[in-house]
């Protein structure tokens, strides 16, 4: 998006998801999806987790902090190729979820996943 010089303008949107248990997440986000982590954040050893995970131009914010997020959220992300994205998630044989691929008579077609924490992630290409 091109910003008017001296002028307001929104750009892009980066949701932030509650997160509960870092292993399970970074699996699930970093081996599964192979999202990439750009950054962590806490503001001592025992504070709860904040992170920035992204893939291409689509970024994340994931939290363990209380308020940030509400467990079981949905999210939907425009992709291309989605068919070959699905068969690769189906091949690595993740033990927590296979994904089905539905073509929707709203001309998409649609892989959803539910993270470890129960958001709703809606991958989709338009047909």
């Given at each position: 998006?091109?910003?008017?010089?001296?002028?307001?303008?929104?750009?892009?949107?980066?949701?932030?998801?509650?997160?509960?248990?870092?292993?399970?997440?970074?699996?699930?986000?970093?081996?599964?999806?192979?999202?990439?982590?750009?950054?962590?954040?806490?503001?001592?050893?025992?504070?709860?987790?904040?992170?920035?995970?992204?893939?291409?131009?689509?970024a994340l914010?994931?939290?363990e902090h209380?308020g940030d997020?509400?467990?079981?959220?949905?999210?939907?992300?425009?992709?291309?190729?989605?068919?070959?994205?699905?068969?690769?998630?189906?091949?690595?044989?993740?033990?927590?979820?296979?994904?089905?691929?539905?073509?929707?008579?709203?001309?998409?077609?649609?892989?959803?996943?539910?993270?470890?924490?129960?958001?709703?992630?809606?991958?989709?290409?338009?047909?």
């Amino acid at each position: 998006m091109t910003m008017k010089p001296g002028g307001a303008g929104m750009s892009r949107i980066i949701p932030i998801l509650r997160m509960f248990d870092e292993g399970k997440t970074k699996e699930f986000y970093i081996d599964f999806l192979e999202f990439g982590i750009d950054w962590e954040h806490r503001f001592d050893d025992d504070a709860p987790l904040y992170m920035q995970v992204s893939s291409g131009p689509c970024a994340l914010h994931l939290s363990e902090h209380f308020g940030d997020g509400s467990p079981g959220a949905a999210i939907r992300i425009e992709m291309a190729d989605i068919e070959s994205f699905h068969a690769k998630l189906l091949a690595k044989g993740y033990k927590h979820a296979r994904p089905g691929l539905e073509k929707t008579p709203w001309s998409t077609a649609e892989c959803t996943i539910q993270d470890p924490a129960g958001n709703k992630i809606i991958f989709y290409e338009n047909l």
